[in-house]
């Protein structure tokens, strides 16, 4: 009953036949926050990423809502972009959930749209 | 007072009522069928340890619900339970191989150390006149409020660091759930910092209290704070399983000659009351005129049933045959999954399913059309 968690929690010796309660430990990581922006010659405009995608309302944006890889933020950017129209010049900043807090994933470094 | 003699006193000779455990004893098993139940029903594709897993875990929660040998129940409980964790790859779900089956597991076997069938049992009810009273030693509850103050305690443990406490894993979790991945203003993340937080208290808080609070008033108020806490978890997030569980087992919070008490002013018959002169006929007929009909009414309306339920049970199930290949059998949706779109198996198989009750042949290409999208459901209960 002791010894697991002890071992487990506090020493990282983890074993199938010791219990210890890592409870939601790793629940929510991996969800991204996103935030587009349109480079223009004034500075950066930030985004309204689901009006873009199409959506009046984030509890009714289905799929769009939430974000967990790096190849969806790329596919919501080129959709972004064909709404935008040519030459757009979309980047984001990405930031993904971990067990320690956040990690920065993307920083505007490139245009999205090409 | 000496640790030793306090240990005699509080922990080895420590007896009350049986009440307590009997309640635990019944609820354990009604979340043990409300997570396991679907996946223990047995089918075709279960192997024969599953199948054996699957028998015993149904005739021992039986056993164990109505309290009939419910000790060697309890533990049947908790032992296939714990074989369900162990060994969920026979189950088909990676899902089941996670704290909160354990907890169950757990749970069903330290009740299996109290005389948790004296009380609201069929044991109880064959002995008759013979009956013991409702009291018994509980050393093995003192082992469930240990069990529960080490968990709660682990859970506080595991949210002690920067990543919890600073509010933003509370943050990736509300965004995972409701907000999604547009970022957030400073009173969401004022929110999350406070629920991380809370929780922190909270579970500490619920440990201590097992451990320290020293009346009963305490403890019921720590008790309902806790269903409270545990409420909310399961209303707000997909963490049903685990929060009944807890909820459940915060019944050792109290102390057992209180539950006695108060169950007992529960079951208590009311006196000189006079019995009810008043007809109850009408409301008999109108309801029994409501569930006749219904068959007729529910041809015409369709949100309201017409017992037609089972006709359509095995509807829409196909089997595919090669001449020399395997067989595959399963719903639509299964075979769908199987079958199309896989050049590697061998073409022109026999396929027939069943339509409107009879079995009807089929092709490919009809089978292999685009199904339609089933409604999306909240995440299964963990």
């Known amino acids: ?114 | 007072m000496p640790i030793a003699q306090w240990l005699r006193e509080h922990v080895f000779l420590f007896e009350g009522s049986t009440r307590s455990v009997a309640l635990l004893r019944v609820l354990a098993v009604c979340v043990a069928w409300s997570r396991l139940g679907a996946t223990l029903v047995p089918d075709g594709e279960m192997g024969a340890m599953a199948w054996a897993t699957s028998m015993v875990f149904w005739a021992s929660t039986s056993l164990m619900f109505v309290g009939l040998f419910s000790q060697p129940a309890s533990l049947a409980v908790g032992l296939t339970t714990w074989v369900v964790y162990a060994n969920h790859g026979d189950f088909g779900t990676a899902d089941l191989h996670a704290h909160h089956v354990l907890a169950q597991a757990l749970l069903c076997c330290l009740l299996s150390l109290t005389p948790c069938g004296r009380s609201f049992s069929v044991d109880r009810w064959l002995q008759g006149s013979r009956a013991l009273p409702e009291r018994g030693e509980l050393w093995g509850l003192r082992l469930l409020q240990m069990q529960l103050v080490v968990l709660y305690a682990g859970a506080v443990w595991e949210k002690s660091y920067a990543g919890w406490l600073s509010g933003d894993r509370m943050l990736q979790v509300l965004m995972n759930i409701y907000l999604g991945s547009d970022p957030t203003g400073w009173l969401t993340q004022v929110v999350a910092v406070s629920i991380a937080w809370g929780t922190v208290f909270a579970e500490g808080g619920l440990a201590l209290a097992v451990l320290f609070a020293p009346s009963f008033r305490s403890r019921l108020g720590a008790y309902l704070f806790g269903c409270t806490f545990h409420g909310l978890v399961y209303f707000l997030t997909p963490v049903s399983t685990f929060t009944a569980t807890m909820a459940v087992w915060l019944l050792v919070l109290l102390p057992t000659d209180d539950v006695h008490r108060i169950t007992e002013r529960l079951l208590r018959p009311t006196k000189g009351q006079a019995p009810s002169t008043k007809s109850r006929q009408l409301p008999f007929l109108l309801g029994a005129a409501v569930l006749l009909l219904l068959p007729i009414y529910g041809r015409l309306v369709p949100t309201v049933p017409d017992g037609s339920g089972f006709m359509t049970l095995g509807e829409d199930v196909c089997e595919v045959r090669w001449p020399d290949g395997p067989a595959v059998a399963g719903t639509r949706r299964d075979v769908h999954k199987k079958v199309c779109g896989r050049p590697d198996l061998p073409s022109n198989p026999a396929i027939r399913c069943v339509v409107e009750g009879s079995w009807t042949d089929t092709k490919l290409t009809k089978l292999c059309r685009r199904l339609p999208k089933t409604a999306k459901r909240r995440e299964s209960a963990r």
């Open chain 1, 1 to 114: 009953m002791v010894v697991g968690p002890v071992l487990g929690q506090g020493f990282g010796i983890n074993r199938p036949y010791l219990t210890a309660w890592h409870m939601f430990r790793t629940w929510g990581t991996g969800t991204m926050e996103v935030q587009f922006y349109q480079r223009t010659p004034n500075g950066d405009v930030p985004l309204n990423r689901l009006q873009l995608l199409g959506h009046t309302h984030w509890r009714t944006s289905g799929v769009d809502r939430i974000v967990v890889k790096r190849s969806k933020v790329r596919k919501q950017a080129q959709r972004i972009c064909d709404v935008l129209g040519t030459p757009a010049d979309v980047r984001a900043d990405v930031i993904s959930g971990t067990v320690q807090g956040w990690k920065k994933v993307m920083s505007r470094e490139k245009n999205l749209c090409r």
